[in-house]
């Protein structure tokens, strides 16, 4: 809005950022209808639920490989959700040479979204047998594997149990069409502060902390 003087100035700038985006899948659902009758569905797809499905990273995450088709990640509470978040803001800072030393101050925004359609959950049986695999902290082959094979199935999400904290589970959803958002939307901003032994997240009265150590089979989150 700094760059323009109208509305119509400002409309024009933003379609030419859009136009400037990887495409979206081919394939995008209708209106999605809201739970409540007096909540107005969002039509989708929103840039919240859709922009992981845009980009294609050279690096890999726990169910996608590295420059495969985009996963949206979210958690079933917040405080795991937060935790994912604490786990990969202290890996920047302490995978960087020039940061280690020092602290990072980020802003994050947090929102709620609904995922339904086919899937599986790996903290059930006879899945759950198996969780040594699913939960590892930085070796993804099996995981990728898993991926590969519930793609092929048409499986649209997978729940699985939260490797960042203790009792929480987190959902990788292979489909926009499986998610939806719903109105009013107001998004939470949290402050966090990551040093290279501890990560704290803030909102008003709302505190989570976890403190961090480097060990030989990987970093010790508590």
């Given at each position: 809005m700094r760059l323009v003087d109208t509305l119509d100035e400002q409309a024009v700038l933003e379609q030419l950022l859009e136009n400037s985006k990887p495409?979206?899948?081919a394939s995008l659902p209708g209106p999605v209808?809201?739970?409540l009758p007096?909540?107005?569905?969002i039509p989708v797809p929103h840039y919240l639920l859709s922009t992981p499905f845009r980009y294609r990273s050279p690096f890999p995450s726990r169910f996608r490989r590295p420059?495969?088709?985009?996963?949206?990640?979210?958690?079933e509470t917040l405080r795991a959700a937060a935790a994912e978040v604490a786990y990969?803001?202290?890996?920047?800072?302490?995978d960087s040479d020039g940061l280690r030393s020092g602290e990072l101050h980020t802003e994050h925004s947090f929102f709620q979204a609904r995922v339904q359609g086919q899937a599986i959950d790996l903290s059930a049986a006879p899945w759950d047998s198996l969780a040594a695999l699913w939960?590892?902290?930085r070796d993804y082959s099996a995981t990728h594997a898993l991926a590969d094979a519930a793609r092929s199935a048409g499986l649209q999400w997978l729940r699985y149990a939260s490797v960042r904290e203790n009792g929480g589970h987190c959902a990788?959803?292979?489909?926009?069409q499986a998610l939806s958002l719903h109105l009013p939307h107001w998004p939470q901003t949290w402050h966090c502060k990551t040093t290279a032994h501890s990560v704290w997240l803030v909102r008003e009265e709302q505190r989570y902390a976890w403190a961090f150590a480097l060990a030989p089979n990987g970093p010790v989150m508590s």
């Open positions: 495409a979206l899948p209808a809201a739970e007096e909540l107005p569905a420059h495969h088709a985009g996963i949206w990640y979210g958690a990969w803001r202290w890996r920047f800072l302490v939960m590892q902290d990788a959803v292979f489909s926009l």
